[in-house]
């Protein structure tokens, strides 16, 4: 473990190098700390599955999504100013366009449009027909932002990689050791340990009275030549620009599965769906799937545990991570360093009695 011994003291051990564990690393090194960050590339991460979409409308009520005022526009800073140290353009702005897939999706949409509207606008549905059945009619939700997570994680994982900062490994808890100055393991010490390794949290002694409950995420990627870009579709099921002539095509979640694996049901029902929706010729081209470590109350786990404050955890993001994940490592960073609150519906403290038996 060269690189291990390179860094024999930091101020962070994280680990997981998923969409939290850039972030986590990226606030530390931004306050100014050492950080050493353990990830085993060679396990499936649920952010390779997301398709990188921060929506600020959400469900079949079309309504805001949780405190979407507040995250928008702090994530769209924080890959924004991340995507600028990499040189990378990894933040698009694309609006969704709404094809109605009935009537009461087509009337929720009026109605929110004509009560709390804030990110909605009518557009015509004739735009769309030689490429769509639009029978319902369309809508487009704004301010959408679409972020490239594959060359946004990868790219910062080649910053930690040059700087020394990374080891691909697999991490054995059985090794970790709390010391007076912190924790231990293997060859480094650091001051505090955080988790962000998703679904391995689940099994970690110190987190997994959360309580978890995590879903799977499966997506399609499809070669659709004639259709446009610019935008991000949504039916029941979300169509989105992943490169070239290619879509990451898929729905949110599904509470009940088997294993982790791409399912043919799914490939199914989504190349049905395809055929329903879209008038031009498809190609699937890949399957994907991955589980997240999403929770009961929707909301995710952030703090440090009530017993062991060297022990900390960013988890339980859910399908919002894309948006959630800048602003709460951040707080966490900052809690950490300054003791400033973690955001209560957040914060690990509302299960302090649970982490503590």
């Given at each position: 473990m060269d690189q291990a011994k390179a860094h024999k003291k930091v101020d962070y051990l994280i680990i997981g190098q998923g969409l939290v564990g850039t972030w986590l690393s990226y606030y530390a090194l931004k306050a100014g700390k050492t950080c050493m960050v353990v990830n085993d590339s060679h396990t499936a991460a649920a952010s390779q599955v997301a398709s990188g979409v921060i929506n600020p409308v959400t469900g079949r009520r079309i309504v805001q999504t949780w405190m979407i005022d507040t995250f928008l526009p702090f994530a769209l800073k924080a890959y924004t100013d991340l995507g600028a140290q990499l040189n990378a353009n990894i933040v698009k702005e694309a609006s969704v366009v709404l094809i109605h897939p009935s009537l009461q999706m087509q009337e929720s949409f009026e109605y929110r449009y004509e009560h709390e509207n804030v990110y909605l606008q009518k557009n015509n549905a004739s735009d769309f027909e030689a490429c769509m059945y639009t029978p319902f009619g369309t809508g487009q939700i704004n301010q959408t932002i679409w972020i490239d997570l594959n060359l946004m994680i990868t790219g910062w994982r080649q910053q930690l990689i040059n700087n020394t900062q990374y080891i691909d490994a697999k991490f054995d808890i059985a090794d970790l050791q709390i010391t007076n100055e912190g924790v231990s393991w293997n060859e480094i010490q650091a001051n505090q340990i955080l988790f962000c390794d998703g679904i391995a949290s689940m099994e970690n002694p110190y987190f997994k009275m959360l309580p978890f409950a995590p879903n799977k995420g499966e997506a399609l990627i499809v070669e659709i030549k004639d259709l446009p870009n610019q935008a991000i579709y949504k039916n029941n099921m979300t169509i989105v620009p992943w490169k070239d002539q290619l879509f990451w095509v898929g729905s949110n979640y599904e509470w009940e599965f088997k294993d982790a694996n791409p399912s043919m049901?799914?490939?199914?029902?989504?190349?049905?769906?395809l055929r329903q929706l879209l008038k031009i010729p498809f190609n699937v081209v890949d399957h994907i799937a991955g589980i997240r470590p999403a929770n009961q109350e929707r909301r995710p786990f952030v703090g440090l545990h009530p017993s062991y404050p060297a022990i900390g955890i960013c988890n339980?993001?859910?399908?919002?991570?894309?948006?959630?994940?800048?602003?709460?490592?951040?707080?966490?960073?900052?809690?950490?360093?300054?003791?400033?609150?973690?955001?209560?519906?957040?914060?690990?403290?509302?299960?302090?009695?649970?982490?503590?038996?």
């Amino acid at each position: 473990m060269d690189q291990a011994k390179a860094h024999k003291k930091v101020d962070y051990l994280i680990i997981g190098q998923g969409l939290v564990g850039t972030w986590l690393s990226y606030y530390a090194l931004k306050a100014g700390k050492t950080c050493m960050v353990v990830n085993d590339s060679h396990t499936a991460a649920a952010s390779q599955v997301a398709s990188g979409v921060i929506n600020p409308v959400t469900g079949r009520r079309i309504v805001q999504t949780w405190m979407i005022d507040t995250f928008l526009p702090f994530a769209l800073k924080a890959y924004t100013d991340l995507g600028a140290q990499l040189n990378a353009n990894i933040v698009k702005e694309a609006s969704v366009v709404l094809i109605h897939p009935s009537l009461q999706m087509q009337e929720s949409f009026e109605y929110r449009y004509e009560h709390e509207n804030v990110y909605l606008q009518k557009n015509n549905a004739s735009d769309f027909e030689a490429c769509m059945y639009t029978p319902f009619g369309t809508g487009q939700i704004n301010q959408t932002i679409w972020i490239d997570l594959n060359l946004m994680i990868t790219g910062w994982r080649q910053q930690l990689i040059n700087n020394t900062q990374y080891i691909d490994a697999k991490f054995d808890i059985a090794d970790l050791q709390i010391t007076n100055e912190g924790v231990s393991w293997n060859e480094i010490q650091a001051n505090q340990i955080l988790f962000c390794d998703g679904i391995a949290s689940m099994e970690n002694p110190y987190f997994k009275m959360l309580p978890f409950a995590p879903n799977k995420g499966e997506a399609l990627i499809v070669e659709i030549k004639d259709l446009p870009n610019q935008a991000i579709y949504k039916n029941n099921m979300t169509i989105v620009p992943w490169k070239d002539q290619l879509f990451w095509v898929g729905s949110n979640y599904e509470w009940e599965f088997k294993d982790a694996n791409p399912s043919m049901d799914f490939r199914n029902k989504m190349e049905t769906a395809l055929r329903q929706l879209l008038k031009i010729p498809f190609n699937v081209v890949d399957h994907i799937a991955g589980i997240r470590p999403a929770n009961q109350e929707r909301r995710p786990f952030v703090g440090l545990h009530p017993s062991y404050p060297a022990i900390g955890i960013c988890n339980g993001m859910g399908t919002k991570g894309c948006s959630l994940a800048p602003y709460f490592a951040h707080q966490l960073i900052a809690h950490c360093e300054q003791g400033s609150p973690i955001h209560p519906e957040a914060s690990l403290e509302r299960f302090e009695q649970i982490l503590k038996k």
